[in-house]
């Protein structure tokens, strides 16, 4: 059974600072993984996709790799800013099927203080 | 350009009462999906429907029923809420084109609360 997990939950740096998010998944067989941002109240906005076949994919300041042999996700997120504090959740999906039902992580709380 | 739009955004019922929560996306997306987030429990997927006129089971379905009667609408019904269900229930659609796969498009959620 698929298995995501985030660490750390929550993380707090001060404005300006190049962090890391991390997404860790169990089986190896997946057919994408998506990071999301949720704000406090608000539904997912979906940030990044990388499809099995791609190592990495970059929007902005944000960039996400992809290592499927090792199950291993990163979420770089530069000159991080204020206005990126939230919720960021990472997804996989499985191969099984067309319906693409995603496998979810916790969560990373993060904290941008100015 | 109004993406996922789930309603009502807030909700409070009384324990045996029903209600249907509806969801209309307006991207001609095929996939639509019902998800519950609960603290310390993550996303977990209530059902889904893969087109017009189709449904599944997703990890959490008892409880719960949903009908897709035209491919931009997605209902999802309580028929006899329990407090179990108080939760904050997430709509979202999703697309494949030319093989490629585009990603979800979530509704900004309603939160029901079971008293």
């Known amino acids: 059974k698929q298995e995501v997990t985030q660490i750390p939950a929550a993380l707090s740096v001060p404005e300006g600072e190049n962090l890391v998010l991390n997404c860790s998944f169990t089986d190896s067989a997946i057919y994408n993984l998506q990071w999301f941002r949720q704000d406090p109240g608000k539904g997912l906005t979906s940030l990044l996709l990388?499809?099995?076949s791609q190592r990495e994919q970059t929007s902005g300041r944000l960039n996400a790799s992809l290592d499927k042999s090792s199950g291993r996700s990163t979420l770089y997120i530069a000159a991080s800013q204020p206005g990126d504090s939230a919720t960021y959740l990472c997804?996989?999906?499985?191969?099984?099927?067309?319906?693409?039902?995603?496998?979810w992580g916790l969560g990373t709380s993060l904290a941008v203080n100015p | 350009n109004a993406g996922v739009t789930q309603t009502p955004k807030f909700r409070v019922l009384k324990t045996g009462q029903s209600m249907t929560l509806l969801c209309a996306q307006d991207?001609?997306?095929?996939?639509m999906y019902w998800y519950r987030q609960d603290p310390g429990m993550g996303l977990r997927l209530i059902h889904y429907s893969v087109g017009e006129g189709t449904t599944a089971k997703g990890e959490v379905p008892d409880g719960y029923n949903v009908s897709r009667l035209k491919k931009q609408n997605f209902l999802l019904g309580l028929e006899s809420a329990a407090p179990s269900q108080t939760s904050v229930y997430f709509c979202?659609?999703?697309?494949?084109?030319?093989?490629?796969?585009?990603?979800?498009?979530f509704g900004s959620g309603t939160r029901l609360t079971v008293v």
């Open positions: 990388i499809q099995s």
């Open positions: 979202a659609s999703s697309y494949v084109g030319q093989g490629i796969y585009y990603g979800y498009t």
């Open positions: 991207m001609n997306h095929e996939y």
């Open positions: 997804a996989v999906s499985g191969n099984a099927g067309n319906n693409r039902k995603l496998i």
